[in-house]
């Protein structure tokens, strides 16, 4: 079963600007990961937050975490079109090794 | 450094023959394996995983099974293949010992099944 539901499905901006994906989920969790997928390829690991963490940052990247709210967001700044990929959030609930990910964002950066 | 290979990267089969995909990892030992399913332009379903040699967790009743035949191998297979069975397949591994459970994925397979 997927836990985390992304919004929005699809997100198109213009190169430089900011965009916000949001991730809900619905059981207690470990820590949040975020991942990229590049169309026909495989998964690559963004960053991790763990469930006492409220931000944390990479490069261009920002994430939240509200355990309260069960949801989390990425932000991307000064996107560019190297961007263009679709956006996996994937919660650890720390039971038998697994993560559980969720639909998706596919963003779309135009230049 | 770690990598992680999957093979055949494409794969045509007619519906009702054999299915055999292969995952290997390098540059770890004892990791964690995992094998998923993405459906087109969805999210990644989880099919199995693996802590150890021999030791396989199904999470999707299916068509499908799964091997753990070395440590660094894990092997994806079917009997009889279904139209339903097309899709993306992902092998992941992780570090069984670390407590984040960061997973890194290979290049992927994909299936048709006609």
């Known amino acids: 079963s997927q836990q985390g539901e992304e919004d929005p499905q699809a997100l198109s901006i213009q190169e430089g600007e900011n965009a916000t994906m949001n991730c809900s989920y619905k059981t207690s969790i470990n820590n949040l990961q975020w991942y990229r997928q590049n169309s026909g390829r495989g998964l690559v690991h963004l960053i991790l937050i763990r469930s006492n963490e409220r931000e944390k940052h990479s490069g261009r990247l920002r994430v939240t975490l509200d355990t309260s709210k069960k949801s989390s967001s990425l932000l991307i700044t000064a996107s560019r079109a190297a961007d263009t990929a679709s956006y996996f959030c994937a919660t650890d609930a720390g039971t038998a090794s697994k993560l559980t990910f969720g639909t998706g964002t596919r963003l779309q950066v135009t230049l | 450094s770690q990598t992680i290979h999957q093979w055949p990267a494409t794969l045509v089969q007619p519906v009702g023959s054999p299915l055999s995909l292969e995952c290997t990892v390098e540059?770890?030992?004892?990791?964690?394996l995992y094998w998923y399913r993405q459906a087109a332009g969805r999210g990644l379903q989880l099919l199995f995983y693996s802590v150890g040699i021999g030791q396989i967790s199904s999470e999707v009743p299916q068509n499908l099974s799964a091997s753990r035949p070395q440590d660094r191998q894990f092997i994806l297979s079917s009997k009889k293949l279904l139209l339903s069975d097309s899709g993306f397949y992902l092998c992941?591994?992780?570090?069984?010992?670390?407590?984040?459970?960061?997973?890194?994925f290979g290049p992927g397979t994909r299936l048709t099944v006609l």
């Open positions: 992941a591994w992780s570090n069984g010992r670390s407590s984040y459970n960061e997973q890194f």
């Open positions: 540059g770890t030992s004892n990791p964690n």
